[in-house]
């Protein structure tokens, strides 16, 4: 049976939106930053990690293989936190997911800050911590797009991939302070287990690097406490006026109204009906907007991107920087990525997700080809650990032409497939999927993150050439995927979406 529409949802998707205030833009703004704090967690989580590796190593006595997953265990657990944050958001809310995600970053950092010589104790409060970053970095999205006007959405979800570019710098810098403020170690014990004494406490380099990370936690949760919660979720509740309260502050009075009404009927009889409202009628398959949510979350991992950071060392090294100029390489890349992610949130609201995402899917496509191009018909060399790799030296202009390509390539993804992913995981979705759906497709990006992060040393040591051209091959896969399937949800009502994925199938 097909429920009756009101006259508003019935409306063309492309009808103008109300104007919104100014005040209504601030208060849209600060929602989204208090969300986006998760990147500059991720940021400075990825400090802590770099800092405590050759430590843990040193008072565990663990072996490469064993120090590899104990670090990339977070990975793993945050495919657990990304799956249980969206479906759980459905029944607590938006905002306390990030709450408990708060929290749980907190007692986390606490506990490996302090978990001496026991590799047990480092993967169990991983686990916690892990989960607290898939969760957050999960359902910062959908409650941004759930608080934000349709006519700023993409600029304001982007703004976690910022946060998330401008902490890997700012606390890799913070992480490099700590270790130069120490004092040199006795033997031969890595400098990350030289003692500081701060605020009365004499704690190792690496303690403090956690408890850094504890800080940042309560700067998100006292953020998450003070921000309002999600209207989609208040409506579901049965808690209108709130709602309607929400409503007036971030996208103003005009219309509001009629927009809870909207969101009442986008949410028929239930606020979300829990992973089997994904499936199709039949129950046989999941709905087609599910599927291309799973798609953009695998591909935005399968080019490669992890892998293409783990090797820029290589390439910036035939040109003259050595390994000791890791500052600059970073530098030169942070930068990059920063041109990229303003140009992006700049410009998605105004000329839409697809035209991004099909420009960012071909420049990766060329700086790839480009790029496997000039590490298959290098000269190979022998390598200290065995197996051969590309001679870059040899050829000044080998070396100029890989590095241009990954600037390419960085500046791509970056301002395209890097943070409107997110945006379109965070809004295409209709309302009563959202939580089940952004759930699935973050989990899926956590996992293709770790897929690519486990095999890309295996193939970079089999052929890094070839490695490349692989990747190229996925990039080469999303330009179809962009121009076949994903949809465009540029100035839409989030209570349009339920439209456009019936409109698609």
Not at 374 to 400: C, E, H
Request: charged share 10%.
């Amino acid at each position: 049976m097909t429920r009756p529409t009101p006259a508003s949802a019935a409306s063309s998707p492309t009808a103008a939106s109300p104007t919104v205030p100014r005040a209504a833009r601030r208060r849209a703004l600060g929602a989204a930053l208090a969300a986006s704090i998760s990147g500059l967690m991720f940021g400075w989580d990825a400090m802590a990690l770099n800092v405590v590796k050759n430590a843990l190593a040193f008072h565990t006595g663990a072996s490469t293989g064993l120090l590899g997953f104990a670090v990339a265990f977070g990975v793993l657990s945050a495919v657990l936190g990304a799956f249980l944050a969206g479906r759980l958001s459905d029944r607590v809310g938006r905002r306390a997911i990030m709450v408990i995600a708060a929290i749980l970053f907190i007692v986390s950092s606490v506990g490996t800050a302090f978990v001496g010589s026991s590799m047990a104790m480092f993967l169990f409060w991983r686990l916690f911590s892990g989960m607290a970053m898939g969760a957050a970095m999960t359902i910062a999205p959908a409650y941004v797009s759930e608080t934000s006007p349709a006519s700023m959405r993409g600029m304001l979800v982007s703004l976690r991939q910022f946060m998330l570019i401008i902490g890997l710098f700012v606390c890799g810098l913070l992480g490099d302070a700590m270790l130069g403020a120490a004092p040199a170690p006795t033997g031969d014990a890595p400098l990350s287990t030289s003692h500081l004494g701060i605020a009365g406490l004499d704690l190792e380099v690496w303690q403090w690097a956690f408890l850094s990370v504890a800080v940042g936690g309560v700067i998100y949760l006292v953020a998450s406490l003070v921000t309002p919660e999600s209207p989609r979720f208040l409506i579901s509740r049965g808690r209108l006026e709130e709602a309607r309260a929400v409503l007036v502050r971030t996208v103003g009075e005009q219309g509001v109204d009629q927009r809870v009404e909207e969101i009442r009927f986008s949410l028929g009889d239930h606020g979300g009906g829990g992973f089997r409202s994904l499936l199709t009628p039949s129950g046989s398959n999941l709905q087609r907007i599910v599927w291309v949510g799973i798609g953009l979350a695998a591909l935005q991992q399968l080019v490669g991107i992890n892998a293409i950071f783990y090797y820029a060392t290589t390439i910036f090294s035939t040109i003259g920087f050595d390994e000791q100029d890791a500052l600059q390489q970073t530098l030169v890349l942070t930068g990059v990525k920063i041109a990229a992610i303003i140009v992006g949130m700049l410009l998605v609201d105004r000329i839409g997700r697809r035209p991004l995402l099909l420009w960012g899917s071909v420049a990766m496509f060329a700086a790839l080809v480009v790029t496997a191009i000039v590490m298959l018909t290098a000269p190979q060399v022998a390598q200290d650990g065995g197996g051969l790799a590309p001679d870059l030296a040899s050829n000044p202009i080998r070396g100029v032409l890989a590095l241009v390509a990954l600037c390419l390539y960085v500046f791509a993804y970056a301002g395209t497939w890097g943070p409107i992913m997110w945006v379109l995981i965070g809004e295409m979705f209709p309302n009563r999927l959202r939580g089940a759906a952004t759930s699935v497709a973050g989990g899926v990006e956590w996992a293709s993150n770790f897929a690519v992060t486990l095999t890309f040393p295996v193939l970079a040591a089999w052929s890094i050439g070839t490695t490349y051209a692989l990747y190229a091959a996925v990039a080469l896969v999303s330009i179809v995927f962009v121009l076949k399937f994903v949809p465009e949800t540029k100035n839409l009502e989030l209570e349009q979406m339920d439209q456009l994925a019936t409109s698609r199938s």
